[in-house]
C-alpha cells in the first residue's frame, strides 16, 4: 500500500495583482511531502519560498493549482476553514519567535489550544503544554516571560507551542534567523529530535548549513523548483555541537 | 465556548496597561456617577414631595363649593354657599366611596387650661382620621351619635395639645371655643407640616353639626372631603359626583369644582419626570463622549497589537475569535467604568445628602439602565475597532512592526 503524502502539491500558481503588472511569485509547483519527512526549502530573495511557505502554512490560498493537506484540499477552503487548518494541522516556528510578551512561556504555550474547535480542559490544556516544553527541555522555565529568555530558548517556547496541538505538520520559517551558530545548532537538534519521532517538518532557509540538517532539500528559483534532492551528507546537530566546542576552546573562547 | 478564554485574555490586556484602561474608564465613570448622584438626590426630593402629598390622604376626592360672584366682585373657591350636608349624605350613597366628610372651616380664639391659643376650628364627620390617613394617639374620634346630637366633643391636634395642655392630659379636660366648654375626647397623632408650609397639627376637629350650629350658624359647608374604594375607582367617582350635584343643584353652570390627590399627584410626577428626561439627555451625551473615549483607545490597541491579532490569527485564531477578544475588551471597560460609577454616584449622592441633610432615594431602576447602556456603549464603540482587528490579513499581520 503506497503512503499517503502529508502534502501534495499540484502545479500551485500564486499571482499577486498589484497595480497594473502581475506577479508571478510561484509559476506551477508539484510536490509530494511523505510522513516524517524533514525538508528545507531554500532560495534567494525573490524565488517565491515565503509565497510557497504561506500557502503551505494555510495563511493564504494558491491562485492555481491545488494544494491537499492530510488529504483536504486546502485551496478550496474559507478564511475560518483555514484558520481550523492552521490550527489542527500546522504548527508554525517564526524567525522572530512571535511570543506573546507578558505572557508566561506556558501561557504562550497554551494559546493555541483555546482556538481549537473541540473544548479542552484547562487541566489538560495544563498538562499538555508541560509536556510540550518538557520535549524542548524548558518544563522548569514554564513560569517565565518571554524578556526573561534568551533567543534560543524563546524559539523553544516557540516549538513547543507549535506542537501543542498535535499538528501533522511543523512548519518553520527561517527558524534559526535571529540566532548565533551554536544556538541555531541546538534548534536544529531539536528539530532533528522532532523528527526523529517522527514529526513531518517543512523548514524554509536561505542558509545552506541550515538546510545540512535536513533530509530533503528544494530549491526554488522565479517561483519553480529548480534542486529536489537528498541531503547528503548530512549534518547532525551533536556532533557539529562537538565540533564547535572544540573550535570555540582551541581559540579559549570558553572554558576547558 | 472559548467565551471565558476570550474574557481572560481581555483581563490580562487590560491590566497590562492599567493606567491607559483607568483613564479610558473616566469618561464613562463621571458620566454615570453624576448621573446618579444627581438622580439619587431630585428623586430624593420627589419622593418628599410625594409624601407629603399623599399625606393628604388616599384615594381622596375633595369638592369645592364655587366661587361666589357679587356684582363685580368675585370671591375665590369655598366662598358661594353651594354645598351642603344633604349633598354629602347624598354622595355617601355613591357606589364606590367609602368615606364622607363635610367640612367646616373656621378661625378661632379657644380657651382652656389658663391658656389661649388661635387655631383652626374644623368641622368633620367621624370618617375624617381614615379620609385623610390620620391616626389618633390617644383617646378615641368622636362618633355619629355626636353629629346627630350636637354633641360638644373635639378631637385636637398634636400642637394644640402642646400649647394648651403642657405636660397635661387633655384627654377629659374641656376646651371652650367661643365660651361653649368642649370635652376632648381624643388627640390626633402628629402629622406635621403640608406641602404649603402649614402646621396640620395645629388643629381642632369637632362634629360638623355642632360646628354649623353652635360655633358658627352656617347652613353650608366649605367642601365635602370623599374617599373612593381604591385609586382606580377615583376617576369614575369624581364623575358620579360631579353628575349628582349637577342634577341636585339644578344648575346650568357648575358651581362646584371636585379635585382628586391624584390630579396633584400628576402635577407633582410630571416635573419630576421633566427633571427626569433633562437627566437622560446628560447622561446620554456623557455616555457617548465616554464611548468616543473606548473607541479611541481600541483603534489604538488593535494597530498596537496587530502582530498579536497575527500570532493568534495563524495559530488558529477565526475572525470571529479576534472580534470577540476585542469586544469583551471594551465591554468590559465600559461595564467597569459604569460600575465605579454608579457606586462613585451613590456615595457621593449619599454624603451630599448627609452634609446638605437632604432625602436621597438610591435609584435601582437608574442604576440598571446605566450599567446597560454602559455595557452597550461599549459594544458599540468596541465594534468598529474589533471588526478592524478581525479582518486582518494574517500575513500582513505578522509582518507588522
Given at each position: 500500500m503506497p503512503i499517503n503524502p502529508v502534502i501534495k502539491l499540484d502545479a500551485i500558481e500564486k499571482t499577486y495583482h498589484t497595480g497594473e503588472v502581475d506577479v508571478h511569485?510561484?509559476?506551477?509547483?508539484?510536490?509530494?511531502?511523505?510522513?516524517?519527512?524533514?525538508?528545507?526549502?531554500?532560495?534567494?530573495?525573490?524565488?517565491?519560498?515565503?509565497?510557497?511557505?504561506?500557502?503551505?502554512?494555510?495563511?493564504?490560498?494558491?491562485?492555481?493549482?491545488h494544494y491537499w493537506l492530510d488529504g483536504i484540499d486546502v485551496s478550496t477552503l474559507d478564511r475560518d476553514e483555514l484558520a481550523d487548518v492552521r490550527n489542527e494541522k500546522i504548527g508554525f516556528v517564526f524567525q522572530g519567535f512571535n511570543l506573546l510578551s507578558r505572557t508566561t512561556a506556558l501561557e504562550n504555550v497554551e494559546m493555541p489550544m483555546l482556538y481549537h474547535r473541540e473544548r479542552i480542559s484547562a487541566h489538560e490544556q495544563r498538562e499538555r503544554a508541560m509536556h510540550c516544553l518538557e520535549l524542548v527541555g524548558l518544563a522548569k522555565r514554564g513560569d517565565h516571560h518571554p524578556n526573561q529568555l534568551s533567543g534560543g530558548q524563546q524559539q523553544r517556547v516557540a516549538i513547543a507551542r507549535a506542537l501543542v496541538n498535535r499538528p501533522t505538520l511543523l512548519l518553520a520559517d527561517e527558524p534559526t534567523g535571529n540566532l548565533d551558530t551554536q544556538t541555531s545548532i541546538e534548534i536544529m537538534g531539536v528539530f532533528q529530535k522532532l523528527n526523529d519521532q517522527g514529526i513531518t517538518i517543512i523548514m524554509v532557509t536561505h542558509e545552506l548549513d541550515v538546510a545540512r540538517f535536513t533530509k530533503r532539500m528544494i530549491i526554488l528559483r522565479d517561483g519553480k523548483v529548480v534542486t529536489d534532492k537528498a541531503v547528503e551528507p548530512r549534518s547532525v546537530a551533536e556532533k557539529e555541537l562537538q565540533l564547535l566546542r572544540q573550535e570555540q576552546q582551541a581559540v579559549k573562547l570558553v572554558k576547558e | 465556548m472559548r467565551i471565558f478564554a476570550?474574557?481572560?485574555?481581555?483581563g490580562r490586556a487590560l491590566r497590562r496597561n492599567k493606567m491607559r484602561s483607568l483613564l479610558t474608564m473616566l469618561g464613562i465613570i463621571i458620566g454615570v456617577g453624576s448621573v446618579i448622584a444627581a438622580v439619587s438626590l431630585t428623586s430624593g426630593a420627589t419622593k418628599q414631595v410625594e409624601d407629603q402629598v399623599s399625606s393628604l390622604g388616599e384615594s381622596v376626592v375633595t369638592v369645592f363649593s364655587g366661587n361666589f360672584t357679587s356684582g363685580a366682585q368675585r370671591g375665590g373657591w369655598g366662598s358661594a354657599p353651594t354645598l351642603t350636608v344633604e349633598d354629602a349624605k347624598a354622595i355617601a350613597a355613591l357606589p364606590n366611596v367609602v368615606g364622607v366628610s363635610p367640612e367646616?372651616?373656621?378661625r378661632e380664639q379657644v380657651l382652656a387650661n389658663g391658656l389661649n391659643w388661635n387655631t383652626q376650628v374644623m368641622g368633620e364627620s367621624p370618617d375624617y382620621p381614615q379620609i385623610r390617613n390620620w391616626g389618633i394617639s390617644s383617646g378615641v374620634m368622636f362618633a355619629d351619635t355626636d353629629v346627630r346630637s350636637l354633641a360638644k366633643t373635639a378631637v385636637i391636634g398634636q400642637t394644640v395639645a402642646d400649647e394648651l395642655f403642657p405636660g397635661v392630659n387633655p384627654i377629659g379636660q374641656t376646651v371652650r371655643i367661643r365660651n361653649l366648654p368642649f370635652l376632648i375626647v381624643g388627640v390626633l397623632a402628629p402629622k406635621g407640616f403640608n406641602l404649603f408650609g402649614q402646621d396640620q397639627d395645629d388643629t381642632i376637629v369637632v362634629p360638623y353639626s355642632s360646628h354649623m350650629h353652635r360655633i358658627t350658624t352656617r347652613t353650608f359647608v366649605n367642601s365635602i372631603l370623599v374617599q373612593a374604594a381604591n385609586d382606580k375607582v377615583i376617576n369614575s367617582v369624581q364623575n358620579d359626583i360631579t353628575e349628582l350635584l349637577l342634577t341636585r343643584h339644578r344648575s346650568k353652570e357648575q358651581d362646584f369644582t371636585v379635585r382628586n390627590q391624584l390630579e396633584l399627584m400628576q402635577a407633582v410626577t410630571a416635573t419630576s419626570r421633566a427633571m427626569g428626561f433633562l437627566l437622560a439627555g446628560v447622561a446620554a451625551v456623557s455616555l457617548i463622549v465616554g464611548g468616543i473615549g473606548i473607541m479611541n483607545i481600541m483603534l489604538v490597541s488593535v494597530t498596537e497589537r496587530t502582530r498579536e491579532i497575527g500570532i493568534r490569527m495563524a495559530v488558529g485564531a477565526r475572525a470571529a475569535d479576534i472580534l470577540v477578544q476585542f469586544l469583551i475588551e471594551a465591554v468590559t471597560l465600559s461595564a467597569i467604568g459604569g460600575g465605579i460609577g454608579i457606586a462613585g454616584g451613590v456615595l457621593i449622592s449619599d454624603l451630599v445628602g448627609y452634609w446638605q441633610h437632604m432625602p436621597t432615594v438610591t435609584p435601582f431602576g437608574w442604576i440598571g439602565i446605566a450599567f446597560a447602556s454602559s455595557a452597550v456603549i461599549g459594544v458599540i464603540s468596541g465594534f468598529y475597532p474589533a471588526w478592524k482587528a478581525s479582518q486582518l490579513d494574517p500575513i500582513d499581520a505578522l509582518r507588522y512592526e
Amino acid at each position: 500500500m503506497p503512503i499517503n503524502p502529508v502534502i501534495k502539491l499540484d502545479a500551485i500558481e500564486k499571482t499577486y495583482h498589484t497595480g497594473e503588472v502581475d506577479v508571478h511569485a510561484v509559476r506551477g509547483v508539484s510536490l509530494d511531502i511523505l510522513p516524517g519527512e524533514f525538508v528545507a526549502i531554500m532560495g534567494s530573495s525573490g524565488s517565491g519560498k515565503s509565497t510557497m511557505m504561506n500557502v503551505i502554512g494555510a495563511l493564504d490560498r494558491p491562485t492555481g493549482g491545488h494544494y491537499w493537506l492530510d488529504g483536504i484540499d486546502v485551496s478550496t477552503l474559507d478564511r475560518d476553514e483555514l484558520a481550523d487548518v492552521r490550527n489542527e494541522k500546522i504548527g508554525f516556528v517564526f524567525q522572530g519567535f512571535n511570543l506573546l510578551s507578558r505572557t508566561t512561556a506556558l501561557e504562550n504555550v497554551e494559546m493555541p489550544m483555546l482556538y481549537h474547535r473541540e473544548r479542552i480542559s484547562a487541566h489538560e490544556q495544563r498538562e499538555r503544554a508541560m509536556h510540550c516544553l518538557e520535549l524542548v527541555g524548558l518544563a522548569k522555565r514554564g513560569d517565565h516571560h518571554p524578556n526573561q529568555l534568551s533567543g534560543g530558548q524563546q524559539q523553544r517556547v516557540a516549538i513547543a507551542r507549535a506542537l501543542v496541538n498535535r499538528p501533522t505538520l511543523l512548519l518553520a520559517d527561517e527558524p534559526t534567523g535571529n540566532l548565533d551558530t551554536q544556538t541555531s545548532i541546538e534548534i536544529m537538534g531539536v528539530f532533528q529530535k522532532l523528527n526523529d519521532q517522527g514529526i513531518t517538518i517543512i523548514m524554509v532557509t536561505h542558509e545552506l548549513d541550515v538546510a545540512r540538517f535536513t533530509k530533503r532539500m528544494i530549491i526554488l528559483r522565479d517561483g519553480k523548483v529548480v534542486t529536489d534532492k537528498a541531503v547528503e551528507p548530512r549534518s547532525v546537530a551533536e556532533k557539529e555541537l562537538q565540533l564547535l566546542r572544540q573550535e570555540q576552546q582551541a581559540v579559549k573562547l570558553v572554558k576547558e | 465556548m472559548r467565551i471565558f478564554a476570550s474574557i481572560r485574555i481581555a483581563g490580562r490586556a487590560l491590566r497590562r496597561n492599567k493606567m491607559r484602561s483607568l483613564l479610558t474608564m473616566l469618561g464613562i465613570i463621571i458620566g454615570v456617577g453624576s448621573v446618579i448622584a444627581a438622580v439619587s438626590l431630585t428623586s430624593g426630593a420627589t419622593k418628599q414631595v410625594e409624601d407629603q402629598v399623599s399625606s393628604l390622604g388616599e384615594s381622596v376626592v375633595t369638592v369645592f363649593s364655587g366661587n361666589f360672584t357679587s356684582g363685580a366682585q368675585r370671591g375665590g373657591w369655598g366662598s358661594a354657599p353651594t354645598l351642603t350636608v344633604e349633598d354629602a349624605k347624598a354622595i355617601a350613597a355613591l357606589p364606590n366611596v367609602v368615606g364622607v366628610s363635610p367640612e367646616v372651616r373656621d378661625r378661632e380664639q379657644v380657651l382652656a387650661n389658663g391658656l389661649n391659643w388661635n387655631t383652626q376650628v374644623m368641622g368633620e364627620s367621624p370618617d375624617y382620621p381614615q379620609i385623610r390617613n390620620w391616626g389618633i394617639s390617644s383617646g378615641v374620634m368622636f362618633a355619629d351619635t355626636d353629629v346627630r346630637s350636637l354633641a360638644k366633643t373635639a378631637v385636637i391636634g398634636q400642637t394644640v395639645a402642646d400649647e394648651l395642655f403642657p405636660g397635661v392630659n387633655p384627654i377629659g379636660q374641656t376646651v371652650r371655643i367661643r365660651n361653649l366648654p368642649f370635652l376632648i375626647v381624643g388627640v390626633l397623632a402628629p402629622k406635621g407640616f403640608n406641602l404649603f408650609g402649614q402646621d396640620q397639627d395645629d388643629t381642632i376637629v369637632v362634629p360638623y353639626s355642632s360646628h354649623m350650629h353652635r360655633i358658627t350658624t352656617r347652613t353650608f359647608v366649605n367642601s365635602i372631603l370623599v374617599q373612593a374604594a381604591n385609586d382606580k375607582v377615583i376617576n369614575s367617582v369624581q364623575n358620579d359626583i360631579t353628575e349628582l350635584l349637577l342634577t341636585r343643584h339644578r344648575s346650568k353652570e357648575q358651581d362646584f369644582t371636585v379635585r382628586n390627590q391624584l390630579e396633584l399627584m400628576q402635577a407633582v410626577t410630571a416635573t419630576s419626570r421633566a427633571m427626569g428626561f433633562l437627566l437622560a439627555g446628560v447622561a446620554a451625551v456623557s455616555l457617548i463622549v465616554g464611548g468616543i473615549g473606548i473607541m479611541n483607545i481600541m483603534l489604538v490597541s488593535v494597530t498596537e497589537r496587530t502582530r498579536e491579532i497575527g500570532i493568534r490569527m495563524a495559530v488558529g485564531a477565526r475572525a470571529a475569535d479576534i472580534l470577540v477578544q476585542f469586544l469583551i475588551e471594551a465591554v468590559t471597560l465600559s461595564a467597569i467604568g459604569g460600575g465605579i460609577g454608579i457606586a462613585g454616584g451613590v456615595l457621593i449622592s449619599d454624603l451630599v445628602g448627609y452634609w446638605q441633610h437632604m432625602p436621597t432615594v438610591t435609584p435601582f431602576g437608574w442604576i440598571g439602565i446605566a450599567f446597560a447602556s454602559s455595557a452597550v456603549i461599549g459594544v458599540i464603540s468596541g465594534f468598529y475597532p474589533a471588526w478592524k482587528a478581525s479582518q486582518l490579513d494574517p500575513i500582513d499581520a505578522l509582518r507588522y512592526e
